[in-house]
């Protein structure tokens, strides 16, 4: 207990200290407001979730903390979660317009939430995907950041009880189409082991991403290293920070 409260109040004050308390002793829903120094608008985290160890990530380790050659004017946030790399992204950049894409509908609709102050996020019901159908999101048992996509025959292969719900899959192809975009200039992708589809074939849109940051999941899906890398060849530059793979073309992100 006395270690959840040194973390409670480290990270959000004595308020912080406060909502935990007050949910742990079930006077309270499971949601937590969290405001923050250089953040235009509050945000909500869902307490004893892994929503922590992400703001954790995003906001205490810095790890999409990065220098730019320009301000980015189009970033896509896939894997969005709850809308924690969004909400950084757009303090940051706040002329940038960001598409953020959820496929798990609880994380969805807190991330509409969260993003709801930011008339440049874009929130985005569907999984990044290497083609345009409807997948099933399946849960493998990590937690609220931990929801993988599946082709739909996976009902056939034993998955039926890790199924959450069907999901509209979506290309990078049909992103560019839909909104319009002569580029991305940051495609972020944390998407638990569907970078190995999304990356399987990358001859129509690579040219046209300027920086990617990747959180890679082999041990999740054999094969996602390969695929990655395999599909993005053209990239001059990379490094690693946190636990994110960062490729550039020295356009946009710089070490």
């Known amino acids: 207990m006395i270690d959840s409260i ?13 909502s935990a308390i007050k949910w742990k002793l079930g006077n309270s829903n499971d949601l937590m407001k969290v405001e923050r120094k250089g953040i235009k608008a509050p945000f909500f985290l869902r307490l004893q979730t892994s929503d922590f160890p992400t703001f954790d990530q ?14 980015p004017k189009v970033i896509i946030d896939a894997g969005a979660n ?9 303090n940051k950049y706040p002329d ?21 102050p930011y008339s440049n996020i874009i929130p985005v019901n569907a999984a990044l995907w290497h083609k345009n ?3 099933n999101l399946i849960d493998p048992g990590l ?19 890790s199924v959450c719900h069907a999901v509209q899959a979506m290309t990078v192809d049909k992103i560019i189409l839909d909104f319009n975009l002569k580029k991305i200039d940051i495609l972020k992708i944390d998407i638990e082991g569907a970078e190995k589809e999304v990356f399987s074939d990358t001859s129509s849109w690579i040219e046209r991403v300027d920086s990617i940051i990747v959180e890679l999941h082999e041990h999740m899906k054999a094969g996602c290293n390969r695929s990655f890398y395999n ?8 490094w ?3 636990e994110n793979v960062y490729l550039s073309r020295g356009n946009c992100i710089t070490f």
């Open 6 to 18: 040194k973390y409670y109040y480290s990270r959000f004050g004595i308020s912080g200290v406060i």
């Open 231 to 238: 599909g993005t060849n053209s990239f001059s530059d990379e």
């Open 143 to 161: 937690g609220k950041w931990g929801f993988m996509t599946e082709r739909k025959n996976a009902l056939e292969e034993g998955l039926v009880d």
């Open 133 to 135: 159908e409807e997948i």
């Open 58 to 71: 995003i906001f205490i380790r810095k790890e999409y903390n990065f220098g730019t050659v320009t301000p």
């Open 240 to 242: 690693k920070q946190g």
């Open 96 to 116: 940038a317009k960001i598409i953020a894409l959820e496929p798990e509908q609880s994380n969805f609709e807190l991330l509409k939430e969260n993003v709801s």
């Open 82 to 90: 709850i809308g924690l790399a969004s909400i950084y992204f757009t």
